[in-house]
């Protein structure tokens, strides 16, 4: 099946430091990738869609300055948290959807990354 | 606005016995629905989804969702539980309209299989 991967899998910083989180398809083409944030014993909540080529849409209440997304090609969207602080510590996850199903009227599902662990001190 | 309720928290069975997770939702249309499955510290792993066609799903490690549409409902069920399916249980949403349409996701629910 398709796979997705996220580099770093955890990663601990200090705050105020910037962290930059990869998220690659690894066999497939994703013309969109979505990235969740996810608390403890919480659901995911999406902060945006990114769209290969052209600016990620966020989802209300999510700081566009300090989350960038960049969808610069159909595997690879990162998303940088700047300036982070301790609030910021979550699971992050991506997900991606097969280029194959953009522009119909059909939904192929998501394919999931592993999730990256963020720890801020 | 498309949203999935999943009312228990916690569900907890026994090994053998049969198992649902429960999960409604609302949408403006029709809706193509999801059931994800996920293991501590790591991502959703997908169980099954429903588009169209027969209204029992069958989906991966023996598990199936019925969707009921006058009920809006999309349960998700498994004859016979086995320890290894303790997890969390994620069922998602999304509106037929386009292939860019993120995921709405239920709270979780946490299926506890005790041997």
């Known amino acids: 099946g398709a796979v997705v991967s996220q580099h770093p899998s955890w990663v601990i910083c200090k705050s105020g430091t910037s962290v930059k989180i990869e998220c690659r398809s690894l066999?497939?083409?994703?013309?969109?990738m979505f990235w969740y944030r996810q608390f403890p014993k919480q659901s995911l909540m999406l902060m945006a869609t990114?769209?290969?080529?052209?600016?990620?849409?966020?989802e209300q209440g999510v700081e566009k300055d300090k989350f960038l997304i960049n969808h610069a090609s159909l595997t690879l969207s990162t998303l940088t948290v700047t300036s982070a602080h301790p609030e910021d510590s979550s699971f992050y996850i991506c997900?991606?959807?097969?280029?194959?199903?953009?522009?119909?009227?059909?939904?192929?599902?998501?394919?999931f990354g592993p999730g990256t662990r963020l720890t801020v001190l | 606005a498309q949203s999935v309720a999943q009312p228990e928290d916690q569900v907890n069975v026994a090994e053998g016995n049969p198992l649902t997770v429960k999960c409604t939702y609302s949408?403006?249309?029709?809706?193509?629905l999801f059931w994800y499955v996920q293991y501590p510290n790591r991502g959703l792993q997908f169980l099954l989804k429903?588009?169209?066609?027969?209204?029992l799903v069958k989906g991966s490690y023996g598990f199936e969702a019925e969707f009921n549409k006058s009920q809006t409902s999309f349960h998700l069920k498994k004859p016979s539980a086995l320890v290894s399916d303790s997890a969390l249980y994620f069922c998602?949403?999304?509106?037929?309209?386009?292939?860019?349409?993120?995921?709405?996701f239920g709270k979780g629910t946490r299926l506890s299989v005790i041997a």
């Open positions: 997900s991606a959807r097969d280029r194959a199903w953009a522009g119909t009227s059909g939904q192929g599902e998501q394919f």
């Open positions: 066999d497939f083409q994703a013309t969109t």
């Open positions: 990114s769209n290969e080529g052209s600016k990620a849409t966020y």
């Open positions: 949408v403006s249309g029709n809706p193509y």
């Open positions: 429903y588009i169209t066609g027969d209204n």
């Open positions: 998602a949403v999304t509106q037929r309209h386009s292939g860019n349409t993120p995921l709405v």
